[in-house]
């Protein structure tokens, strides 16, 4: 069974600084996705990133990027100028390649604030 | 980005009555739907999944006579909480997603209801 660890509860960063959150996971599976979640406090869940596996590539989406380490199955999220709408509930979540009903797995989240 | 809308979003009722959350997706068809639930300052828990047609699948542990789910159509999934008691409050989220290579086969989540029992 895939299973997927955020070890970190809570961090917390300084607006405009730069934060990295961890995730690890662990699969058999060659081929997967793997994501980033962002649930503010209006608990809409939001797609931050989203790296396949079989890309060597980081993925990026503006301020955000990932460290994706396939080896070690890590799967690290970079905030870079760290904004103040950026406070939220972060989820790593892992997901087969293949598969009509191949599910989501979420790792516990980490909570991070944002200090004016 | 595609739309999956939830009704209501907030929901109170009596102990022992019944309730359904609806899980619309606005602009595209949802082969699949997952239902959620979540509690404060915790991770999503997958309760089932549907896909349109079809008798959903759930997770252990998961009660399929109190949690009725049907997915009649490709834009409309409804959970219905039967008998619901108070320990069956918490946050429900629906997600849906598209077959694969269409909208680059991605999981779209509803902003969630939030459930009462008293």
């Known amino acids: 069974a895939q299973t997927v660890t955020q070890s970190q509860p809570e961090m917390s960063v300084q607006e405009a600084e730069t934060v990295t959150l961890s995730c690890t996971y662990d699969?058999?599976?060659?081929?997967?996705?793997l994501f980033w979640y962002k649930q503010p406090p209006s608990r809409q869940m939001i797609l931050v990133i989203r790296q396949e596996a079989y890309k060597q590539q980081n993925a990026t989406e503006n301020r955000f990027s990932v460290n994706f380490q396939k080896a070690a199955k890590s799967f690290s999220l970079k905030i870079s100028d760290s904004q103040l709408g950026d406070a939220a509930m972060y989820f790593c979540?892992?997901?087969?390649?293949?598969?009509?009903?191949?599910?989501?797995?979420f790792g516990k989240g980490i909570t991070l604030s944002v200090r004016p | 980005g595609a739309v999956v809308s939830q009704h209501p979003s907030w929901v109170i009722c009596k102990s022992g009555t019944s309730v359904k959350i609806e899980c619309r997706s606005l602009?595209?068809?949802?082969?699949?739907m997952f239902w959620y639930r979540q509690f404060p300052k915790q991770s999503l828990m997958l309760m089932a999944t549907s896909n349109e047609g079809s008798k959903a699948t759930y997770e252990q542990g998961v009660e399929k006579d109190k949690f009725l789910i049907n997915h009649a159509s490709l834009t409309l999934s409804t959970l219905t909480v039967t008998s619901a008691h108070p320990e069956d409050s918490s946050f429900y989220i629906c997600s849906a997603r598209s077959p694969p290579r269409t909208y680059s086969y991605e999981q779209y989540f509803g902003p969630g209801t939030r459930l009462t029992v008293t």
């Open positions: 602009d595209f068809q949802a082969t699949t």
């Open positions: 699969t058999s599976e060659s081929d997967y996705y």
């Open positions: 979540a892992y997901r087969p390649y293949t598969g009509a009903n191949s599910k989501l797995t």
